[in-house]
């Protein structure tokens, strides 16, 4: 049974840091690309990061230079580090597994339950 567990939310102030992991047990964790995703109230959930098993990595562009992807393949954890937070990053924050970049880009095989995260301004 493969799991992903979020943790690492919470409530921070604007611009402030947040470092999200997410724990997976059940699949081969080296071989999966792993991917942020996230939604905020009354949008659709949207693709923040992407990281490939061989770690090439994606951002969307209103992430880019604040958020970085990475992963622990011998701790099966990927990781979002998120600095310069705003009001408009709050959201709950999905961790998804995919079997290739487009399978988690387009319909993730696994998802977490979400951890949220609240900037305040």
């Known amino acids: 049974q493969v799991q992903l567990v979020e943790s690492g939310g919470g409530l921070v102030q604007a611009g402030g840091s947040l470092r999200l992991s997410c724990a997976a047990s059940?699949?081969?964790?080296?071989?999966?690309?792993m991917g942020w995703y996230r939604q905020a109230p009354g949008k659709e959930r949207e693709l923040v990061a992407v990281?490939?098993?061989?770690?090439?990595?994606y951002y969307v562009h209103s992430v880019k230079g604040r958020f970085t992807i990475s992963r622990d393949n011998a701790k099966n954890t990927v990781y979002l580090q998120m600095n310069s937070l705003s009001f408009e990053d709050t959201a709950v924050y999905y961790c998804a597994a995919g079997s290739t970049v487009v399978v988690v880009t387009r319909s993730p095989d696994y998802w977490g339950q979400g951890t949220q995260v609240t900037v305040s301004s």
């Open positions: 990281i490939s098993s061989g770690d090439t990595l």
């Open positions: 059940g699949l081969t964790f080296g071989s999966y690309a």
